[in-house]
């Protein structure tokens, strides 16, 4: 290359003509056709060739050449036919020479020829592929496979521009009609708002974001808010523990006909009929599904208590859809802003409930107690009962001091706790906090105590029941599944009463409670067996118990043997697992959603732990936990109750912000 001589190169992404002024060491002196000198290492030239241009030229005229060669190649470049190049060269598999391409197709070629199929094969992106100086023709099978991966990525380049157009129009909240492509896009929202940066396709929906200039961290949730695939309190952890949250259409399908066509009774010929009994339930204001009836009678011996469980295996067989579906919920979840139950709201609030005045079948727990409480004797059956009055927890706490029986009932169950704690237990009674909404919507916190009477005397029946199930299938031999809570990782005293904080630390030593196919004693209950038997329809292990007794009391084959049992141990554990997280995690929710509406107002806080940078708070009147940064001058202790300012909340984030009031 010699000054004089015409190059090309790229320049930002351009194709340029231009002319060799000088040669300056190693690199070339270019003046270009869009009138600018530069500096260019001979690497970057694509082609060169001798010209007519001398420096005696103006720069007026030196433009004017290059122009005119730029566009004479332009035309040239158009006249060429590469398929046909192409088909020619590919039937011999030979790589040539540009020179030699160009020599193919024009016969003698000129610089300008050359340099114009040089420009048509750099466009190129199928036929040729060049390797050390020559063009190789590629294979059909290759060319093929290049146009397709083309095409697909020009598809998902238009994807993206309707898009992000689409999603942008969305944001500012115009009307828009989602592209083609709209509802891939918004799964990959979805995945996005759920999973955040591990969404298996979060490349593609931040290029949606980043092309649609969205980039609050959040959009992906606020989009689907706007596009009314999300609610603004939507919860996600639903989305991430993948709770099942619909049933199938078989399940549906078979609620629907066991409602109108109940099976025969398969324990017909054992079932007591029990509806003379004076049965009742007691449950929560809210509560829609009863499994559970309380009787009392006065006998010679003293009393007879009746612990009556509606009997769901009468109506849900093993393997059914509805079987199949309830181990796989594990047990029914009920949250402050909706419920998810484990076998259909058709037959759990209806057939299977202990409704009032509705004849039901049941597993009863006959147990007969000496006037000082003294277990005398006891028995399980299968059963017929007919409920004659539902109260709630308020009412019965409201007529104990006037009603004869539920005075009795109540005092049953205070020395059966007695008794029970004395052989060991320990009961850690922290109040339960409840979140609910009035008729116009309004978040309203409640926290209300579970050691009134009523909650005492239905609690402690139901210890009794579950005790009496553990005891029985462990006496028997019968494969079970037991729970069992080993002692606490450190020593807790029994006496009380405990502050809130002591109460908190206590259950920070409390060991987990485990499942397990051994019985093993239960720390806390202060029980030598203990299962679930109480609620089966809510906990598909209750469910799977009362299955085992029956066929028991019944003399017909076990329906689950130690195997089965420790298959349905892996289903269920995580997800009765699950259940606990997703109400732990949606009363947090709610209840930051609370704080929220309070920002700037002041709370008394109780400090339950210093940390190095900071302190470990709860809000005494909505059991919440939280944190405070620790300022170096700031000196707190377990204990120490502060006022503390609300600065920031966000729900979503789980995020709190305080200051020392």
Known sequence: MEPGYIVEFF?????????????????LHVFTQTSRELTLAPK????????????????????AHLEETARKREELKAAI?????????????????????????????????????GRLLREDQFLFKYKEGLWAPNSPEVVAQLKEQHQREQERRRELEE????????WEGKEAQAPPGGPRCVEILRQMAVWGAEAP???????????????????????????????????????????????????????????????????????????????LTIDGERTRDFDDALSLEEVPEGWRLGIHIADVSALVQPFTPLDLEAQER???????????????????????????????????????LSPETQLKEWVICPSRIKVRQRLTYHEVDQLLSGDRKLA???????????????????????????????????????????????????????????????????????????????EPREAIKREGPKSLLELWQDRRRLSRVVMD?????????????????????????????HRQILAAVSDTPLPYGRQDLEKILILIEPAMRRGGLLKARRLRYWLLKYLALRLGQKLEALVLEAHPNRYRLIFPHLLLEVFLPAPASLRLAPGDTILVRLDRVLPREDQVKLSLA
């Open 330 to 368: 594990g047990t029914s979840i009920y949250l402050p802003d909706r419920r998810l139950p484990m076998l259909p709201e058709e037959i759990s609030e209806d057939i299977l409930s202990l409704l009032a005045h509705e004849e039901r079948l049941a597993l009863s727990f006959l147990v007969t």
């Open 163 to 170: 898009g992000a157009a689409w999603l942008q129009a969305v």
């Open 517 to 545: 196919l051994s019985p093993q004693p239960h720390w806390g209950l202060g029980l030598p067996h203990y299962t679930f038997a109480s609620s089966p329809i809510r906990r598909y292990l209750d469910l799977v118990i």
């Open 81 to 117: 036919v590469l398929t046909e190049l192409w088909e020619l060269l590919a039937q011999e598999d030979q790589a040539l020479a540009v020179e030699e391409m160009a020599d193919l197709w024009f016969g003698r070629a000129s610089a300008d020829q050359v340099a114009a199929l």
């Open 11 to 27: 320049e930002e992404k351009r194709l340029l003509c231009g002319v060799i002024l000088e040669l300056k060491g190693e690199r």
């Open 201 to 279: 396709d979060y490349a593609q929906g931040k290029a949606y974001l980043e092309k649609a200039r969205l980039t609050a961290p959040d959009a992906p949730f606020r989009l689907l808010v706007r596009l009314k695939v999300f609610q603004e309190d939507e919860d996600l952890d639903l989305h991430r523990l993948e709770v099942p949250r619909e049933f199938s259409p078989q399940a549906l399908s078979l609620a629907a006909h066991l409602r109108h066509t109940p099976p025969p009774d398969p324990h017909e010929a054992r079932r007591q009929d029990l509806t003379h009994l004076d049965c």
């Open 408 to 486: 009795a009932l109540s005092k049953l169950a205070q020395t059966l706790k007695e008794r029970r704690l004395a052989q060991g237990g320990y009961e850690l009674q922290l109040p339960e906090v409840w979140v609910s909404f009035n008729n116009q919507g309004d978040l309203q916190v409640t926290v209300e105590d579970q050691k009134t009477s009523s909650h005492q005397l239905v609690g402690e029946a139901m210890v009794l029941a579950n005790s009496l199930a553990a005891r029985f299938l462990a006496e028997q031999g019968i494969p079970a599944i037991y729970r069992s809570q080993p």
């Open 44 to 63: 970057r030239i694509l082609h060169c060739c001798p010209s007519p241009l001398t420096s005696a030229l103006s720069r007026q005229q030196l433009r």
